[in-house]
């Protein structure tokens, strides 16, 4: 009975907690549409024209009622362009809105196991030059309704800007139609074997950067857990890792799954559609997020610019009204294991049997791109991952990685991939440190990039790289993440409906289903609706090109100081207050209604039953084999180990801070003296992972170890000069400083010869030896 007490205690309490923050909610809506009226209305009377009589104010309607006019034909007129654009695009088989030409490397049609995506090479355009010995880039567009291409979608783009670096640029594009049959598995093993052939058509080059957009960042990281000896360091932009993460009213769609009840109305559509879910149904999900923009905002941007907007607004629209098909397999795998389920940082996702994708298996790095305006992935949900997977700071370095993260403070989810200043500036930025970040000791760090005016007016970038903590990070998010513990119920719930409707319902609706009703269903859809019959199928549209045409020829644009002209202003800025209002008080429902039906006895407990099971699992890095190893193993060692080890050593004894003309002095140095030139990039980043881990876990021991791993003269000398090196290069703090003149104490070079210290290698060899033969005797 107390359990039970205790129970329904908490459950109040959160019925009490969920009323409270919907009443703030409420409150903070209306403060923020009230201000925005006030707003406008100052707008509106600071616009009021000084010095006008009757009669002007009379002679602004006037030209105000043509421009009016023209500009409504003009607007109608773009709208039917679309029209014939999306058209045009569907009878083209809807390829890739990419603003460069390409070439087909690899189909993935033709595989043994076959799948909608392939392989293309991007053609550098006329003047600019790409070296095919430059790490090359594969770009991974998101397959979530639209297209392919966005990445590449204008000159200022993640293309653009990986190709005027002088790198090769290869870009994965998917087909409108699915293969028969075909599941989430075909797509990885198509895409590992895309990332293959890329590396060897550049045999001189490093492995291959992969950059995945969105949806596609999942993907890349689920292609990388699954092999992670194929490519280079990874970029995910904008890409949903932890499904359940969010932060009060800024991710409505995290909800959706639980108040509509799961994955049975994802499977419900795709039976509908004949096996195949329409991506319209996706696009129309985002549409409904920002209704201001969706029913007014773009409209009206397009109506008050129309002569300079119409060729922006249908580019932008090509893509946007491209709607790609998934295999009902696909979006049920999705549903279960990512948006429902969020199985894939619990290392519980899986293409088939005993194919399971472990995060901790990847070893390159990754560097993690969100923004604090992106309402479709909010960045909790784009970093929450790392707290998913790793324990702690020492875990992440336990196993070798190095995770970056890059947060911008306000742009929303498209810019991050179409927008041209944030191209110009992050992506930019990402592209030129990749070499620094590759060489960096494994571990969390943070990205900051400060924009200043040189001189000569030109923009510049100074990129600081700090090193962070992911404990620090669960601080920054909640700790508890107590607002993620109802989605347990909701996974719970989506499992059972799912099983009653593939058992009950499923075979009815398919067999009920015939394909002419599919396409028709597709071919209504609203999306799809505004888009033809909007175009030159329209009869009654017969008149509007020779009326747009004469608009253009007689186009009298009103004045800018013209009377009338801000009480349309007025209306539009009104009209987004209201939506937006709507839009909040929505929003602000569908939280407090989830939390209401998932936020009792039943989710708490199973959150509570999972809580317990993870506390009790708790990580301990150094009961890793290959740390216990090293551990174990510090005092042999190469005279390299001892050289990146007072590197390492140096480092720590930092700030954390690593400014990126420092790193590339320090990799400068430790190049010609450390004697890792020759050595290749797997190659670095192991002895970088290694003597971190040493450093790390053991710091007094790895100093001490140091005369036993460098023991000869020459060895010595080598790191005096090393040393030497590493004072002269500035930028290092007294702390540093000190840290140099110790170890050069401990290191006298003129100690006679000694014996060349065993290996690493060697000590591992003879400890496993050692045991062999205590087991062979026993």
Not at 78 to 86: D, F, M, S, V
Not at 306 to 316: A, H, K, N
Not at 718 to 731: E, I, M, N, T, W
Request: charged fraction near 25%; charge should be neutral; include cysteine.
């Amino acid at each position: 009975m107390t359990d039970l007490n205790r129970t329904l205690d908490r459950s109040v309490r959160i019925s009490r907690t969920v009323a409270d923050k919907f009443q703030r909610r409420v409150a903070d809506a209306r403060a923020s549409y009230d201000a925005r009226i006030r707003g406008a209305q100052a707008a509106f009377a600071a616009a009021a024209p000084r010095h006008k009589t009757p009669a002007d104010f009379w002679r602004d309607a006037g030209q105000y009622q043509v421009d009016f006019i023209q500009r409504s034909i003009l607007f109608m007129d773009t709208l039917r362009q679309r029209g014939n654009q999306w058209l045009a695009h569907e009878a083209a088989g809807k390829p890739p809105v990419l603003h460069y030409d390409y070439e087909m490397i690899a189909d993935a049609r033709t595989y043994e196991r076959p799948a909608n995506y392939a392989l293309v090479r991007i053609v550098p355009p006329e003047g600019v030059v790409v070296d095919p010995r430059k790490r090359p880039f594969v770009i991974v567009d998101p397959r979530a309704g639209h297209g392919p291409g966005i990445g590449g979608f204008k000159d200022d783009s993640e293309v653009g800007v990986a190709l005027r670096a002088g790198h090769p640029v290869y870009f994965v594009i998917f087909f409108p139609e699915p293969e028969p049959g075909q599941t989430l598995a075909d797509v990885t093993d198509a895409e590992a074997e895309f990332i293959r052939i890329v590396d060897e058509r550049h045999p001189d080059a490093q492995k291959p950067v992969v950059v995945g957009n969105c949806q596609g960042g999942w993907a890349v990281m689920m292609l990388a857990a699954a092999r992670p000896d194929i490519a280079g360091p990874l970029v995910i932009n904008g890409a949903p890792m932890s499904y359940w993460a969010g932060g009060d009213g800024g991710s409505p769609m995290r909800y959706a799954g639980g108040l509509l009840g799961g994955a049975w109305l994802a499977l419900f559509a795709s039976d509908l559609g004949g096996g195949k879910f329409d991506g319209a149904s996706l696009v129309d999900n985002f549409e409904r997020l920002n209704p201001a923009n969706t029913w007014w905002g773009k409209w009206y941007h397009l109506f008050a610019n129309i002569d300079t907007e119409p060729e922006r607004f249908l580019e932008f629209e090509r893509w946007w009204g491209g709607f790609y098909l998934m295999n009902e397999e696909e979006i049920r795998w999705i549903v279960n294991n990512l948006f429902v389920g969020n199985k894939l940082t619990a290392g519980e996702a899986r293409l088939g049997p005993g194919r399971y994708f472990d995060l901790k298996s990847i070893k390159q790095p990754i560097i993690v791109f969100a923004s604090m305006g992106d309402n479709i992935t909010p960045p909790q949900q784009a970093f929450n991952w790392i707290a998913d997977v790793y324990e702690s700071t020492e875990e992440i370095k336990a196993h070798g990685q190095t995770i970056v993260g890059l947060l911008h403070e306000e742009i929303g989810h498209l810019g991050i991939f179409v927008s041209g200043q944030v191209a110009k500036k992050e992506h930019t930025q990402i592209v030129e440190v990749l070499g620094t970040i590759q060489s960096l000791p494994p571990g969390l760090y943070g990205m900051n990039i400060d924009e200043h005016v040189a001189k000569d007016g030109s923009v510049c970038y100074d990129v600081t790289l700090k090193e962070r903590s992911l404990e620090g990070l669960r601080a920054a998010r909640g700790e508890e993440r107590v607002d993620e513990k109802p989605f347990e119920a909701v996974a719970a719930l989506s499992e059972l409906l799912e099983r009653a409707y593939s058992l009950l319902v499923h075979p009815l609706v398919r067999a009920a289903t015939p394909e002419w009703f599919a396409n028709a269903t597709r071919d209504l859809h609203p999306l799809r609706v505004q888009q033809w019959a909007f175009s030159d199928r329209n009869p009654w549209l017969a008149a509007l090109p020779s009326l747009a045409e004469a608009a253009r020829a007689h186009r009298a644009p009103r004045v800018d100081d013209n009377a009338v002209i801000r009480y349309e202003t007025l209306l539009s800025a009104s009209m987004s207050a209201n939506l937006d209002l709507y839009r909040d008080l929505r929003d602000a429902s569908f939280e407090a209604a989830f939390y209401e039906v998932y936020g009792n006895l039943f989710s708490l407990e199973m959150a509570d039953e999972r809580a317990d099971y993870k506390r009790k699992q708790k990580f301990d890095p150094r009961g890793l084999p290959a740390v216990r190893e090293l551990l174990d193993t510090i005092e042999h060692g190469k005279a390299i180990d001892g050289l990146v080890r007072i590197a390492m050593l140096i480092a720590k004894a930092g700030q954390g801070t690593h400014r990126l003309s420092q790193m590339q002095r320090t990799r400068d140095i430790l190049s010609p003296e450390g004697g890792i030139a020759h050595l290749s990039e797997d190659e670095q980043r192991r002895l970088l992972q290694e003597e971190t881990i040493v450093v790390e876990f053991e710091p007094l021991r790895a100093k001490r170890s140091l005369p036993k791993v460098l023991r000869t003269q020459a060895e010595r000398r080598r790191a005096h000069r090393f040393l030497d090196a590493a004072a002269a290069s500035g930028g290092i703090d007294e702390r540093q400083r000190a840290l140099i003149a110790e170890l050069r104490a401990m290191l006298p070079a003129g100690s006679p010869e000694a014996a060349p210290a065993r290996t690493r290698r060697n000590a591992r060899a003879g400890s496993r030896g050692r045991r062999a033969t205590r087991a062979a005797s026993a």
